[in-house]
């Protein structure tokens, strides 16, 4: 039963293929109507490329947000609250590898926002001194007063 989708418009409820040539079917499908998905997703963007952007930019504000709520919604180190200045401090210090294995998009925060909601103690709100401070101390970062 695990290995069959449900569906009910069959008599026993289950689908006529298995899951794994289902599967299969599907990227039969898409591989043969490919270019025209991309050829689609292309001229779609750039008929509403304002749109998407502003839609975009209110995802990754509203995870933004939620990351800064559960964080405590203050800075840990100053108790600054001004979320203009938010940085996001990787605890273990490596915030750079992060951001170059996901880029610095909306996918860098879904992975801190998941991380947080996991429960793992990894991230910290920082002011953007604060940040700059710590990477510093810890060896992260060089300043020429050092």
Do not use: T
Request: net charge positive; glycine share 6%; charged share 35%.
């Amino acid at each position: 039963m695990r290995n069959f989708y449900r569906d009910i418009q069959k008599k026993d409820g289950l689908s006529s293929s298995c899951k794994k040539c289902h599967r299969e079917q599907q990227i039969i499908s898409y591989e043969k109507r490919r270019q025209k998905i991309i050829d689609y997703a292309k001229q779609y963007y750039s008929k509403n490329k304002k749109k998407q952007i502003l839609r975009q930019r209110e995802i990754r504000k509203e995870i933004i947000s939620e990351i800064h709520n559960l964080l405590g919604n203050k800075y840990e180190r100053c108790g600054i609250k001004d979320k203009r200045i938010l940085q996001i401090d990787h605890l273990n210090g490596k915030g750079y590898r992060h951001r170059k294995i996901s880029g610095c998009g909306m996918s860098y925060y879904r992975d801190i926002l998941k991380s947080i909601k996991s429960n793992k103690k990894e991230y910290r709100l920082l002011c953007a001194n604060c940040n700059l401070i710590e990477g510093i101390r810890k060896g992260y970062r060089q300043s020429i007063w050092s």
